[in-house]
């Protein structure tokens, strides 16, 4: 998943398409359904053409880094740059797409209906702004993220909303994605129910009563040190007997912390800085140390209360992670039906190979002269 998503951004950053630049008829061949070069060109100048969903996909690699890259911007290329490796990487999401809308279609046709692709839109909605909110309110990068395309100005800055991201892309575009994400929900619902979680009633109720200790309110505290032999040291001490909040006083580095014994601040599932909590956390119990590094110093996280939460409290972060969960499943039946599909891409693309995502285009060594109007778009990106 982080491999297509690093595709997209690529090619938002670095592609521009040549009008009337002759290409041979077809780019992807998946299954029965023929994707057109003038079509797969097309794709990528939409894409290219919107700064605000280049915001998003930049927000999704900064994300799946950890905070730590935003990746490349879109200055520099002309309309005249035609760069086939990321037309490479946006081919890969395009087969996933049309292997797995086929196969959803054969076997739950209502997965298009219009209730569905409404249902589609809405989750792409808000997809766009999930990303965003999380790549603006991470705070383990010391290169905070920056992305003034999708910030609405004022005495309190606003995210623009996802509707309005779309609103970006022509509307021939939103439709070949939301189709696409209608196919993903509906790999959803073709899940066995051995693996499928109930997202809503009394099943999800039931689901969360044996995991209600993944979702408590959790405090935090820190210890930054610099070195990796400071970071066993000081958890050494910690083990034996030295107190949490007296070894943050003594030894962290952290000045924003160290003098209210390490103290972060307490966190429920409801928050965006969530995520954060469980990347550095987990399950860690009470008083028990996790170590990580982050931004070249190294941390001991201890969460120092956890507080129980009923469903009704945090029913929608219930929800949200149990949606993630079957999207993940889902993601591993969409490779496994892109797996048997038959693919072929053009040449001047490259050749399709299998892998454990399902398969991707393997790039030629030298493009033909003809894939290209600029030679020095081949050349690596940064």
Same mark, same amino acid.
């Not at 900064?62 to 935003?70: C, L, P």
């Not at 946006?90 to 959803?104: G, H, N």
């Not at 509707?163 to 790999?187: M, Y």
């Given at each position: 998943?982080?491999?297509?998503?690093?595709?997209?951004?690529?090619?938002?950053?670095?592609?521009?398409?040549?009008?009337?630049?002759?290409?041979?008829?077809?780019?992807?061949?998946?299954?029965?359904?023929?994707?057109?070069?003038?079509?797969?060109?097309?794709?990528?100048?939409?894409?290219?053409?919107?700064?605000?969903?280049?915001?998003?996909?930049?927000?999704?690699?900064?994300?799946?880094?950890?905070?730590?890259?935003?990746?490349?911007?879109?200055?520099?290329?002309?309309?005249?740059?035609?760069?086939?490796?990321?037309?490479?990487?946006?081919?890969?999401?395009?087969?996933?797409?049309?292997?797995?809308?086929?196969?959803?279609?054969?076997? #739950?046709?209502?997965?298009?209906?219009?209730? =569905?692709?409404?249902?589609? /839109? +809405?989750? *792409?909605?808000?997809? @766009?702004?999930? &990303?965003?909110?999380?790549?603006?309110?991470?705070?383990?990068?010391?290169?905070?993220?920056?992305?003034?395309?999708?910030?609405?100005?004022?005495?309190?800055?606003?995210?623009?909303?996802?509707?309005?991201?779309?609103?970006?892309?022509?509307?021939?575009?939103?439709?070949?994605?939301?189709?696409?994400?209608?196919?993903?929900?509906?790999?959803?619902?073709?899940?066995?129910?051995?693996?499928?979680?109930?997202?809503?009633?009394?099943?999800?109720?039931?689901?969360?009563?044996?995991?209600?200790?993944?979702?408590?309110?959790?405090?935090?505290? #820190?210890?930054?040190?610099?070195?990796?032999? =400071?970071?066993?040291?000081? /958890? +050494?001490? *910690?083990?034996?007997? @030295?107190?949490? &909040?007296?070894?943050?006083?003594?030894?962290?580095?952290?000045?924003?912390?160290?003098?209210?014994?390490?103290?972060?601040?307490?966190?429920?599932?409801?928050?965006?800085?969530?995520?954060?909590?469980?990347?550095?956390?987990?399950?860690?119990?009470?008083?028990?140390?996790?170590?990580?590094?982050?931004?070249?110093?190294?941390?001991?996280?201890?969460?120092?209360?956890?507080?129980?939460?009923?469903?009704?409290?945090?029913?929608?972060?219930?929800?949200?992670?149990?949606?993630?969960?079957?999207?993940?499943?889902?993601?591993?039946?969409?490779?496994?039906?892109?797996?048997?599909?038959?693919?072929?891409?053009?040449?001047?693309?490259?050749?399709?190979?299998?892998?454990?995502?399902?398969?991707?285009?393997?790039?030629?060594?030298?493009?033909?002269?003809?894939?290209?109007?600029?030679?020095?778009?081949?050349?690596?990106?940064?």
């Amino acid at each position: 998943m982080v491999r297509k998503v690093l595709g997209l951004l690529v090619v938002a950053a670095a592609v521009a398409v040549t009008a009337g630049l002759a290409l041979p008829a077809a780019a992807l061949k998946v299954g029965s359904t023929t994707l057109g070069a003038g079509s797969f060109d097309n794709e990528l100048a939409a894409i290219k053409a919107s700064p605000m969903f280049e915001c998003y996909l930049e927000a999704r690699v900064y994300v799946a880094s950890q905070d730590q890259t935003q990746g490349p911007t879109i200055g520099g290329v002309t309309p005249q740059t035609r760069s086939s490796s990321a037309a490479v990487l946006w081919a890969d999401q395009r087969v996933t797409q049309l292997a797995v809308a086929p196969f959803v279609q054969s076997h #739950d046709p209502a997965a298009f209906s219009p209730a =569905a692709l409404e249902a589609a /839109r +809405s989750t *792409i909605d808000a997809t @766009l702004v999930s &990303a965003l909110d999380s790549a603006f309110s991470a705070q383990s990068s010391a290169a905070a993220f920056s992305c003034p395309a999708v910030v609405i100005g004022g005495a309190k800055p606003h995210l623009v909303s996802g509707a309005a991201i779309l609103a970006t892309l022509p509307t021939w575009f939103q439709d070949v994605q939301v189709r696409a994400e209608a196919a993903d929900l509906g790999l959803i619902d073709l899940l066995p129910t051995t693996i499928r979680i109930p997202e809503s009633g009394h099943g999800l109720e039931q689901w969360y009563g044996t995991h209600a200790s993944q979702f408590e309110t959790t405090c935090v505290g #820190d210890i930054e040190v610099l070195t990796a032999s =400071a970071a066993g040291s000081v /958890r +050494s001490k *910690i083990v034996g007997g @030295l107190s949490f &909040a007296d070894a943050a006083r003594r030894y962290s580095k952290d000045t924003s912390t160290n003098k209210k014994g390490g103290a972060i601040g307490c966190f429920s599932p409801n928050q965006p800085a969530w995520s954060q909590v469980v990347h550095y956390v987990g399950t860690t119990a009470t008083g028990k140390v996790a170590l990580s590094p982050v931004n070249g110093a190294y941390y001991l996280f201890s969460p120092t209360k956890r507080t129980p939460n009923t469903f009704a409290a945090v029913a929608r972060a219930v929800e949200a992670q149990v949606h993630a969960a079957n999207v993940q499943n889902a993601g591993i039946l969409g490779a496994s039906i892109q797996e048997v599909t038959p693919v072929s891409v053009g040449s001047w693309l490259g050749t399709w190979a299998l892998d454990q995502f399902g398969g991707h285009v393997v790039p030629g060594l030298t493009p033909p002269s003809a894939a290209v109007t600029n030679p020095t778009a081949n050349a690596p990106i940064g």
